[in-house]
């Protein structure tokens, strides 16, 4: 299976794949306007609120007791019990969020039968300038295999789901999760979070986009040069920058296929030809 990463071309994109790099981006860089939305459901039934015990002032300690409480909004004296277990674990569950949603990210487009975006033109027009720049075609295993390694494993893809509302996200379930509670289950509901940032619009169902997602702090990802199949070029990218990045290519993976994408004379599509 493939995956492809539509590029411009310009003087960062040229460096990273000279550098055999994958640049990977903060989520609030992207350019859907819902990126990340989720549904939030703090409703919790007062059975399970019961069961808990939180520590008390003198086992927590006055300073950081005091710290907690302002952190979370709340005034001394003023809750129960269970409200306190309630505020803590919203603000515990918004650690997790937090954690995923700062994550590093890079977006790529998977091939699969019957839907592959390179042949979409919108993919072209928005990702490589309107068939001006090119696209990295990437052994979908061998990539995976790379960025497990350079993240230093701690990477998760992911299968972008295409739906018509955000995925909700429950309290109670976090609370019944092994993060809380100390059962099985914990990673079902990290999963779960991790959705939030696989899930968008059928408006984009076009981008068939899978992404990888990384812990590391590291913007720059490494792969094997042997893990680029192909490169297609835009038949409207300029001859000059066209030479440097075939140039390019032809220095730094010697086994790379260089194909190109053009404009088919009697029909809206594109085909895709060996140069």
């Known amino acids: 299976m493939l995956l492809y990463k539509f590029r411009e071309f310009n003087a960062n994109n040229l460096t990273a794949l000279a550098n055999k790099q994958l640049w990977f981006s903060n989520q609030s860089d992207f350019n859907d306007p819902f ?8 409703l919790v039934p007062q059975d399970i609120l019961d069961v808990f015990v939180c520590q008390s002032k003198e086992e927590i300690g006055q300073k950081k007791y005091t710290e907690m409480l302002t952190e979370m909004g709340l005034k001394e004296g003023e809750f129960t019990n269970a409200q306190l277990f309630q505020k803590i674990a919203e603000h515990d569950l918004q650690i997790l969020i937090d954690v995923i949603h700062n994550s590093k990210i890079v ?16 993919m072209w027009s928005h990702y490589a300038d309107g068939l001006r720049g090119f696209c990295l075609v990437f052994d979908n295993d061998l990539l995976q295999q790379d960025i497990y390694s350079s993240s230093n494993k ?8 295409y739906q018509n509302t955000p995925n909700t996200l429950n309290l109670v379930d976090f609370i019944k999760s092994e993060s809380v509670l100390g059962s099985e289950g914990s990673d079902n509901f990290v999963q779960a979070v991790t959705e939030t940032i ?6 984009w169902d076009y981008e068939n986009e899978l992404r990888i997602m990384s812990l590391d702090k590291s913007n720059f990802h490494h792969y094997a040069s042997e893990t680029l199949k192909e490169v297609v070029i835009g038949e409207k990218m300029p001859s000059t920058q066209r030479k440097l990045l075939i140039d390019t290519l032809k220095a730094t993976y010697p086994d ?3 194909k190109e994408a053009k404009l088919q004379t009697e029909s809206y599509s594109l085909e895709i030809v060996t140069l």
């Open 107 to 122: 977006c790529l487009s998977l091939s699969e039968p019957g839907n592959d975006p390179i042949y979409n033109n919108l």
């Open 256 to 258: 790379v296929i260089i």
């Open 154 to 161: 701690v990477m998760r893809p992911i299968k972008i789901q």
């Open 198 to 203: 696989a899930t968008k619009s059928t408006e």
């Open 35 to 42: 990126e990340g939305a989720h549904i939030k459901d703090n």
